[in-house]
């Protein structure tokens, strides 16, 4: 059965880095994209970015450029979420899902998820 | 960039009421919008894609509407299971979701 398995929870002090991983399973990892999503406590869903494994393709949103990376690594099925420069209000649950590609006009997008990991809960706190 | 604006932000309804909740979408984004039901501290669930297809397993009191920029979700008959919050979702491009309606019991 397919399965997303997140790494446990992180405390971190403003200012540094954190790295979330999600390992996939019962499917064929390039076969599909993963997108993160994150939630503040009390909060909405917020998008944060995807990758394509089969090319290592990346889009990030807007609002995070520049502060997170995507990486995969195929031999183990897992992809990683690197987040830097933590701030308070990055403290939330972030998510790993798994997406089908899709073009529409043209562009490269990915259909809502079907499958998604357990959450990460990652505090950042002095 | 397109934003997502649902209505309202909470909603207290009974069990066996008709609900209906309302996202627009700033510009036109066809009919790639989905919504999603989530309960506390789980994941999101997908009800319905291409704005008006029920996922797989979904109850059938589920249903949704629109395109262009006007969507809906229409619960039919509210059940217990389905006090929750639920979220709008367009992926045209890339992802955006609408701040969430909570249905909350009267």
């Known amino acids: 059965q397919v399965q997303l398995v997140q790494s446990g929870a992180e405390v971190k002090k403003p200012g540094a880095s954190v790295k979330v991983s999600c390992k996939a399973s019962g499917y064929t990892f390039t076969n599909y994209g993963i997108n993160w999503v994150r939630q503040a406590p009390g909060q909405g869903l917020e998008w944060m970015g995807w990758?394509?494994?089969?090319?290592?393709?990346?889009n990030y949103a807007q609002f995070l450029q520049g502060r997170v990376t995507l990486t995969t690594d195929t031999s183990t099925s897992t992809t990683y979420m690197e987040l830097r420069s933590l701030r308070s209000d990055d403290t939330a649950v972030y998510y790993c899902a798994r997406a089908t590609a899709i073009r529409i006009s043209g562009v490269v997008t990915y259909t809502p998820p079907d499958f998604w990991g357990q959450g990460t809960l990652v505090t950042v706190s002095s | 960039d397109i934003q997502m604006t649902q209505s309202p932000s909470t909603l207290s309804a009974s069990v066996g009421d008709r609900v209906t909740i309302t996202c627009r979408a700033s510009?036109?984004?066809?009919?790639?919008l989905a919504w999603y039901q989530q309960k506390a501290g789980r994941a999101p669930k997908l009800l319905i894609y291409k704005a008006s297809t029920l996922e797989s397993g979904v109850p059938s009191r589920f249903s949704g509407s629109g395109s262009g920029t006007d969507f809906t979700l229409t619960i039919s008959s509210l059940q217990p299971d389905d006090f929750a919050t639920y979220y709008c979702?367009?992926?045209?491009?890339?992802?955006?979701f609408g701040q969430g309606t909570k249905v909350e019991i009267k």
């Open positions: 979702q367009r992926y045209n491009t890339y992802w955006t």
């Open positions: 510009q036109s984004i066809s009919s790639w």
């Open positions: 990758i394509t494994p089969y090319n290592g393709d990346t």
